[in-house]
């Protein structure tokens, strides 16, 4: 196995992320104020290096600044002044967008400003001839950046109070990562079976649908030009990955596991197993709990294949996101 893969876990390496700066607590708004957001200034800070940008104030706008928003159709808004119409910022915002793309494909993940008019990624306001919100779009950088690079995870910091989406999100930015970093050590169907590997048991928790396509990609390395074969990976990897797993799915993830232990333990520690992994699939604990269980025995019981496997930890424990999932 390759400990490279490994190594943004062990080293203190921080994974570099983008980020709209008002969420670091820059005064860039319209109004000169910011939007800190201490669970990203004071936690994941910690394990991402952030690269700021303000798409608004990087086109010349000042601070403080007339607002914009959206205006005209949903699906190719134009972004405008709010008092002043004529005055528009559309194609400014997308050219911007276009030329910050390359630089952001370095990046492993984004989290972007929700409700903005230029960083907004999802159900931003769009107003119509009248001034009345008419419908929901996306901000014209946020968009742009996104079809640009459509594979790297993007977030909303909104999002990121739900438990379920936070752990998802920052999941996929160390998948995302792991598999940049296998592309500079020379991608080869040799590494990119193992690459498949260890993140088998974290795959099926997210969708067998998915979890059988890749398994089936992954047989025809050696055999299909290995850039092609990468590529379709990483499109069916990341979307299979976006859809959080369930308490079902992860479920059936941890009593696979369990299944490598039934030689190795007694038949009180295995009853013990089962009724914790029971009970996180009712709810009544976190996921922690059954994870940390399977740890505890696989130490004692050690397994090749399982102790290999990113699934039991995806992300650094100090972040704790399976504490409230």
């Given at each position: 196995?390759d400990?490279?893969?490994?190594?943004?876990?062990?080293?203190g390496?921080?994974?570099?992320?983008?980020?709209?700066?008002?969420?670091?607590?820059?005064?860039?708004?319209?109004?000169?104020?910011?939007?800190?957001?201490?669970y990203?200034?004071?936690?994941?800070?910690?394990?991402?290096?952030?690269?700021?940008?303000?798409?608004?104030?990087?086109?010349?706008?000042?601070?403080?600044?007339?607002?914009?928003?959206?205006?005209?159709?949903?699906?190719n808004?134009?972004?405008v002044g709010?008092?002043?119409?004529?005055?528009?910022?559309?194609?400014?915002?997308?050219?911007?967008?276009?030329?910050?793309?390359?630089?952001?494909?370095?990046?492993?993940?984004?989290?972007?400003?929700?409700?903005?008019?230029?960083?907004?990624?999802?159900?931003?306001?769009?107003?119509?001839?009248k001034?009345?919100p008419?419908?929901?779009?996306?901000?014209?950088?946020?968009?742009?950046?996104?079809?640009?690079?459509?594979?790297?995870?993007?977030?909303?910091?909104?999002?990121?109070?739900?438990?379920?989406?936070?752990?998802?999100?920052?999941?996929?930015?160390?998948?995302?990562?792991?598999?940049?970093?296998?592309?500079?050590?020379?991608?080869?169907?040799?590494?990119l079976?193992?690459?498949?590997?260890?993140?088998?048991?974290?795959?099926?928790?997210?969708?067998?649908?998915?979890?059988?396509?890749?398994?089936?990609?992954?047989?025809?390395?050696?055999?299909?030009?290995i850039?092609?074969?990468?590529?379709?990976?990483?499109?069916?990897?990341?979307?299979?990955?976006?859809?959080?797993?369930?308490?079902?799915?992860?479920?059936?993830?941890?009593?696979?596991?369990a299944?490598?232990?039934?030689r190795?333990?007694?038949?009180?520690?295995?009853?013990?197993l089962?009724?914790?992994?029971?009970?996180?699939?009712?709810?009544r604990?976190?996921l922690?709990?059954?994870?940390?269980?399977?740890?505890?025995?696989?130490?004692?019981?050690?397994d090749?294949?399982?102790?290999?496997?990113?699934?039991?930890?995806?992300?650094p424990?100090?972040?704790?996101?399976?504490?409230?999932?």
């Amino acid at each position: 196995m390759d400990s490279k893969l490994d190594a943004v876990h062990t080293s203190g390496l921080r994974i570099r992320v983008g980020i709209s700066s008002c969420l670091l607590g820059k005064s860039v708004r319209y109004d000169s104020g910011h939007k800190q957001n201490r669970y990203i200034t004071q936690i994941l800070c910690r394990f991402f290096e952030f690269v700021p940008t303000c798409p608004e104030v990087a086109i010349g706008l000042g601070v403080p600044r007339p607002p914009i928003r959206l205006r005209g159709d949903a699906e190719n808004p134009r972004a405008v002044g709010v008092t002043d119409s004529t005055f528009d910022v559309t194609d400014k915002l997308d050219d911007y967008a276009r030329s910050w793309g390359k630089t952001a494909r370095a990046f492993s993940g984004y989290i972007l400003k929700r409700g903005s008019p230029s960083c907004g990624m999802e159900r931003v306001k769009v107003f119509d001839s009248k001034g009345m919100p008419s419908s929901h779009g996306a901000g014209i950088f946020a968009k742009r950046l996104m079809q640009q690079i459509p594979l790297m995870p993007v977030e909303e910091e909104g999002r990121l109070t739900d438990p379920v989406l936070r752990e998802n999100f920052i999941t996929r930015v160390y998948v995302y990562h792991r598999w940049q970093r296998m592309q500079l050590l020379n991608l080869n169907a040799g590494r990119l079976v193992e690459f498949h590997t260890r993140h088998k048991m974290l795959i099926r928790a997210h969708g067998e649908v998915g979890y059988q396509r890749l398994g089936r990609l992954v047989a025809e390395a050696g055999t299909r030009d290995i850039q092609d074969l990468a590529q379709e990976y990483l499109h069916v990897l990341m979307k299979t990955i976006k859809r959080p797993a369930t308490r079902k799915q992860h479920s059936n993830v941890l009593s696979h596991l369990a299944g490598y232990l039934k030689r190795d333990i007694d038949a009180g520690d295995k009853a013990e197993l089962v009724r914790v992994i029971d009970d996180y699939r009712l709810g009544r604990v976190p996921l922690v709990v059954p994870i940390t269980m399977l740890k505890h025995h696989f130490r004692r019981c050690p397994d090749p294949y399982v102790g290999h496997q990113f699934y039991l930890q995806p992300h650094p424990e100090e972040l704790q996101l399976r504490n409230f999932i």
